[in-house]
């Protein structure tokens, strides 16, 4: 027979706020505090606090059926978010009226706030750039990468594997340059990289074909570079906060100034930064585009211009042990800055 304090530790492992005999065997998918929240939901005496458990444990339960989470350190951040919500839910003594089931009321909140969030987003929408982040393959900015030609009869290699000759594969990335004349305004002008048209071939570099800035990337090809405003009711609800709209300077760069306008004449002043102008490869197929604007490397800031980033990147190659690099797009602090204010906005 078992001695009371034997039972004790077998309901609780030794924690007076947990019941296991109550947890239906779930408790490796759920934390200590999770545990603790559901023995006190199923022994308050209330019946929307067991009704609340219940909901709890199908979630769980959904978490380990469906999707094969067994231990609570398995869960995704987003299930850890669907979990946590799940515990912040409050039951009413009274069923909303208008639906007879649960599924009913779930799936009308869900249109409810699938709505609710379009109605946001064209009320406030999002800069016109949006961070991103890729770890994309080390690669020589000025010479690509060599790789081995294979001579093929049919489809049998003729060559053994690293005694063939090599042949020199594009770099993953091109660049050009591009500057920020520190105003609040980047985050809602569009930036758009593309290959020189036929009848502007034979402009001079960095000429203004308004609005088109022609210049050559890091491959020695000539591009523009167009900078579209976009203006939107929304995005003016937005820079309403600021106080010199958007104009509004910021600051940035490492003087502690706030940087020159871009002149008229397509002079590159203000604070540099660094534009992609061309993907391949695996780069391409991550989804970075033409035109995003190079922020962070290796969790590092980067402010500079393309010779500076041909430096890094070519340091980052040279090392044996980095195979990889971090690669942060469109991380500006303009686009931060459009982003609190849209927060703040959405508040008034």
Excluded at 65 to 71: A, I, L, P, S, T
Excluded at 87 to 113: C, D, S
Excluded at 242 to 269: C, F, M, R
Excluded at 293 to 314: P, R, S, Y
């Amino acid at each position: 027979m078992m001695s009371p304090t034997s039972t004790s530790n077998t309901i609780n492992h030794g924690n007076p706020n947990i019941d296991v005999t109550l947890l239906r065997g779930l408790e490796p998918a759920m934390t200590v505090e999770e545990q603790e929240q559901l023995t006190a939901m199923l022994t308050s005496g209330d019946p929307n606090e067991l009704a609340r458990a219940a909901q709890i444990f199908h979630g769980i339960g959904t978490l380990l059926k469906e999707q094969g989470v067994v231990h609570v350190n398995q869960r995704s951040p987003e299930q850890q978010t669907q979990i946590r919500d799940s515990f912040q839910l409050t039951y009413r003594p009274k069923e909303r009226l208008g639906f007879n089931n649960r599924e009913e009321r779930v799936a009308h909140e869900k249109k409810e706030n699938e709505r609710d969030q379009k109605s946001r987003a064209a009320a406030l929408p999002l800069p016109v750039r949006m961070p991103r982040y890729e770890a994309i393959e080390a690669f020589d900015p000025d010479e690509g990468r060599q790789v081995e030609k294979k001579k093929l009869l049919g489809v049998v290699p003729t060559s053994l594997p690293g005694t063939g000759p090599t042949r020199t594969l594009k770099p993953s990335l091109n660049f050009v340059d591009d500057s920020w004349d520190g105003t609040l305004e980047a985050a809602f002008t569009k930036l758009t990289v593309q290959n020189q048209k036929p009848e502007n071939k034979g402009q001079v570099v960095a000429k203004v074909i308004s609005p088109l800035l022609l210049r050559r990337d890091s491959s020695g090809t000539m591009v523009q570079v167009q900078h579209e405003f976009k203006s939107s009711p929304g995005f003016d609800e937005i820079v309403s906060v600021a106080p010199e709209g958007y104009q509004t300077k910021l600051i940035h760069n490492a003087t502690g100034s706030t940087p020159s306008d871009v002149t008229d004449s397509g002079v590159l002043l203000g604070e540099p930064r660094v534009l992609i102008a061309r993907t391949h490869y695996d780069a391409a197929k991550l989804g970075l585009q033409r035109g995003d604007v190079v922020t962070h490397v290796n969790g590092q800031e980067f402010i500079g211009n393309t010779q500076d980033l041909h430096l890094l990147l070519k340091a980052l190659n040279a090392d044996s042990e980095v195979s990889r690099f971090e690669l942060v797009v469109n991380a500006e602090p303009c686009v931060a800055q459009a982003l609190k204010l849209r927060a703040l906005a959405s508040e008034l």
